[in-house]
């Protein structure tokens, strides 16, 4: 191989590798539906168009995701799993790929009580938050879901201001416009929980 071919070859992969694990572009249509799409490192994507009161409800909550997994350091939450090659048709029925794994179905119970803080307007304490925690998990069959551990009121603070951030830029998204974010896994696991 020429030194001009190692060249070109290193900094395909520089780049490639400076690019998220994921692209996540949400466009606001007109007609109040919303597309997701998810761009992947590889190139690889997958979308889906929010149609309906869907596409008032999914993009709040997609961005919410994206707050917890970030902020919180899943790697196998919404947005990781997609990273990993799932398609946004694999997060529901008939479920081609299965049950969710554990930490995908914890992240969603968070973004969950995100949501309903949303909805209610008030916030939780950190005691109400990790109480609600500690119920879902007792109301869930028997070994469903495992035990959580608690959030601090840091971790819960960052959550909600990245959301908070993340939702005023969609807010300011014109009708037509992407609101697009990279994702990047942390490095490092979160602790077992």
Aim: positive net charge; glycine residues 8%; hydrophobic residues 45%.
């Amino acid at each position: 191989m020429s030194a001009r071919a190692r060249h070109a070859r290193a900094e395909t992969a520089a780049v490639a590798h400076a690019a998220p694990e994921l692209r996540i572009r949400i466009k606001k249509n007109p007609d109040g539906s919303a597309a997701l799409t998810c761009v992947r490192r590889d190139g690889s994507s997958t979308w889906q168009r929010q149609l309906g009161k869907v596409g008032l409800v999914f993009p709040p909550h997609d961005l919410t995701h994206y707050a917890v997994e970030t902020t919180l350091g899943y790697r196998r939450g919404f947005y990781g799993l997609v990273a990993d090659g799932w398609q946004l048709d694999d997060f529901r029925a008939p479920w081609p790929r299965g049950a969710l794994p554990a930490e995908a179905v914890e992240v969603e119970m968070i973004v969950g009580f995100f949501d309903m803080e949303r909805l209610m307007g008030a916030r939780l304490s950190v005691e109400e938050f990790n109480g609600h925690a500690v119920k879902f998990v007792e109301g869930r069959r028997s070994g469903a879901v495992a035990p959580l551990r608690p959030l601090t009121a840091d971790e819960l603070a960052r959550v909600r201001a990245l959301r908070a951030d993340v939702l005023g830029r969609w807010g300011a998204v014109a009708d037509g416009a992407t609101l697009e974010l990279a994702f990047d896994r942390a490095q490092a696991p979160i602790e077992s929980r």
